[in-house]
């Protein structure tokens, strides 16, 4: 059956152009929500409570869009096999459109739709994404399903608690986002030497498998130990341990000239949030810092630097275009990463300005997202400039 001509657009011919023109958008709309919503300028009927939307839709909604735009693309790289595209790509879209959209009908659509509707994103994405990677017969890659499928065990946990069955939310948004996390270090230890050789060339990377497996063994201790409630000295040894070797695993792959290039600075500036994020999970297990701090240096500036830099880059090499960052984008990326210090680092020394801090920190997140909609909004829209698939 031939697919209607609107989903031939090249916005669905792979799925980082639909999912990343989504993510983008979500990054704006969604944090302007949040801070309406923070000052007390919206006030509605919603599915979930404020803070619970809020962490909800930036792990759920938008990470897993950058995620399924990732997946959906390298997985298709990496089996040779094809993944969604056209009217079956546009549906999973519409799933994941719906999931953002319904919670704003509570009291009109009974709770147990808009957590059904919300729910099944994951497993649908798991399911696609695990049919090439099984015709291909590379199982060393069936973890990503795993993953995919925790993510959604922690957003069950959410929606156990919407649906007033339990008290789980705040461990489904934990185990969201340690998985998000562990995903990003698998990722790394894949892409960062190869994207390092590629963008410096003359250089050669020397992968260290021992560091690589160390760096996740200590984030999952990490996550798991928060996730049962541990604190105190055994989670802050954990959290310096898993700090240290994440550091050793940077170090190995860093080279000066990485600060010369954009596309390669920002990913090293997204880790070093998440080692950051590590860094503060200790003090806060002596309650030096708050745990919100931690969390948004794993999130804001681990998950929103990193998923910015892998979207720009991505979404340049499978146009065909040259890896190359404009100046708006090298722009973005240093305004992201001031959104992560005012959210992050300068409340810790100026706590009696957290809520102007958290102000200026959307600002820059704002306008971080602003830049990348409007140059990458005609790309992810465009076809290949190669005259190739994709």
Not at 270 to 283: K, R
Request: aromatic share 14%; proline share 4%.
């Amino acid at each position: 059956m031939k697919s209607h001509p609107i989903f031939d657009y090249p916005l669905f011919a792979l799925g980082f152009r639909a999912f990343f023109a989504l993510a983008g958008l979500a990054a704006l709309i969604l944090i302007v929500f949040w801070n309406a919503i923070f000052n007390g300028a919206l006030t509605s009927e919603h599915y979930y409570p404020n803070n619970y939307w809020h962490a909800h839709e930036m792990l759920l909604g938008y990470a897993v869009a950058v995620i399924a735009g990732f997946l959906l693309t390298a997985v298709k790289n990496w089996t040779g096999k094809p993944t969604l595209t056209g009217d079956q790509l546009a549906s999973l879209c519409l799933l994941w459109l719906y999931g953002r959209i319904l919670p704003f009908y509570a009291g009109e659509l009974p709770d147990a739709l808009i957590a059904l509707v919300d729910f099944s994103f994951l497993p649908a994405l798991a399911y696609q994404v695990s049919k090439p990677i099984i015709e291909a017969k590379q199982y060393r890659n069936l973890f990503f399903i795993g993953l995919l499928l925790l993510l959604a065990l922690g957003n069950g946990l959410i929606h156990v608690q919407m649906l007033g069955l339990a008290n789980t939310a705040t461990a489904g948004i934990q185990l969201v986002v340690a998985t998000i996390i562990v995903l990003i270090l698998i990722i790394a230890g894949r892409v960062f030497p190869f994207f390092t050789e590629r963008g410096i060339p003359g250089t050669l990377i020397i992968r260290n498998p021992m560091l690589d497996n160390a760096s996740v063994a200590s984030a999952v201790i990490v996550f798991a130990l928060q996730l049962f409630g541990v604190s105190g000295t055994l989670l802050a040894l954990a959290a310096l341990i898993a700090a240290a070797v994440n550091i050793a695993r940077l170090s190995g792959w860093y080279v000066k000239r990485v600060i010369y290039v954009p596309l390669l600075w920002v990913l090293y500036a997204g880790y070093s949030w998440v080692i950051l994020g590590f860094m503060l999970t200790a003090l806060s297990a002596y309650s030096v810092v708050l745990p919100s701090l931690a969390l948004h240096a794993f999130t804001l500036g681990g998950i929103g630097v990193l998923t910015l830099g892998m979207m720009a880059r991505v979404s340049l090499g499978h146009t065909g275009r040259a890896m190359q960052a404009s100046n708006a984008i090298a722009i973005a990326f240093v305004l992201i990463n001031v959104a992560a210090l005012f959210r992050v680092l300068l409340p810790i020394a100026m706590p009696g300005w957290y809520e102007n801090l958290i102000y200026v920190s959307t600002l820059f997140w704002l306008a971080a997202f602003s830049l990348f909609v409007f140059v990458y909004a005609p790309i992810l829209a465009s076809a290949r400039i190669d005259g190739q698939e994709g």
